[in-house]
Nanobody
Framework: VQLQASGGGLVQAGGSLRLSCAASGRTFSSYASGWFRQAPGKEREFVAGLNWSGVRLRYASAAKGRFTISRDNTKNTVYLQMNSLKPEDTAVYYC????????????????????WGQGTQVTVSS
């Protein structure tokens, strides 16, 4: 499966962005998916993830209450709605997907994901 992330950009602190991750190549509905981010000089970190149906969700502590992950399997797309953005949210955001493991579980470690998108830059100005 190929993943294409989009929706990043420059936004002021307190603003919102919605990232999209469009999948192509195979049926996406059987994949668990997630979003990660990597800021300059830092390791890639988990942001949010969901299982194949979107019923089971997990968030990093930094994302809870501000970010919402969701999916539309009819459109082969996973979303990350980001509200109340902060300068420390500035990073390249990557979407990921995996079907090699139990699709009911939510993966939070990058090694658990088989497929990755190219990343989209999010910059939050103060």
């Amino acid at each position: 499966v190929q993943l294409q992330a989009s929706g990043g950009g420059l936004v002021q602190a307190g603003g919102s962005l919605r990232l999209s991750c469009a999948a192509s190549g195979r049926t996406f509905s059987s994949y668990a998916s997630g979003w990660f981010r990597q800021a300059p000089g830092k390791e890639r970190e988990f942001v949010a993830g969901l299982n194949w149906s979107g019923v089971r969700l997990r968030y990093a502590s930094a994302a809870k209450g501000r970010f919402t992950i969701s999916r539309d399997n009819t459109k082969n797309t996973v979303y990350l709605q980001m509200n109340s953005l902060k300068p420390e949210d500035t990073a390249v955001y990557y979407c990921a997907a995996d079907e090699s493991r139990n699709p009911w579980t939510v993966r939070v470690d990058s090694y658990e994901y088989e497929y990755w998108g190219q990343g989209t830059q999010v910059t939050v100005s103060s």
